[in-house]
Nanobody, 124 residues
Framework: QVQLVESGGGVVQTGGSLRLSCAAS????????VSWFRQAPGKEREFVAR????????SYADSVKGRFTISRDNAKNLVYLLMNSLKPEDTAVYYC?????????????????WGRGTLVTVSS
């Protein structure tokens, strides 16, 4: 497993932007696919985005496609989630997760490590 720490959450107005960061300690993120999930109050955790560098691709939930971008800085061992055009329904605790590289049949497949989350609140 790898220890993950998210940062960058906060309060932002509708239409604003935030960039979340996911840092790993003890392991190099280049060896993993990294995903972002979120959990809104009273709702189940849901997939947001995934970066699989081995396949050179990123994937997104339909609800964030075109607004969110996942990226990596391998030199800094960081994965980012840039969130633009934020909406109140984006309010949630955001988690990063590390898992096996390669194709998945579900967003949770191969995930073995989770961060503790960072809270994003979008005010209307």
């Amino acid at each position: 497993q790898v220890q993950l720490v998210e940062s960058g959450g906060g309060v932002v107005q509708t239409g604003g932007s935030l960039r979340l960061s996911c840092a790993a300690s003890g392991r190099t993120l280049i060896n993993y696919a990294v995903s972002w999930f979120r959990q809104a109050p009273g709702k189940e955790r849901e997939f947001v985005a995934r970066s699989d560098w081995s396949a050179g691709r990123a994937s997104y939930a339909d609800s964030v496609k075109g607004r969110f971008t996942i990226s990596r800085d391998n030199a800094k061992n960081l994965v980012y989630l840039l969130m633009n055009s934020l909406k109140p329904e984006d309010t949630a605790v955001y988690y990063c997760a590390a898992g096996n590289l390669g194709a998945q049949t579900s967003p949770y497949e191969g995930i073995h490590s989770w961060g503790r989350g960072t809270l994003v609140t979008v005010s209307s």
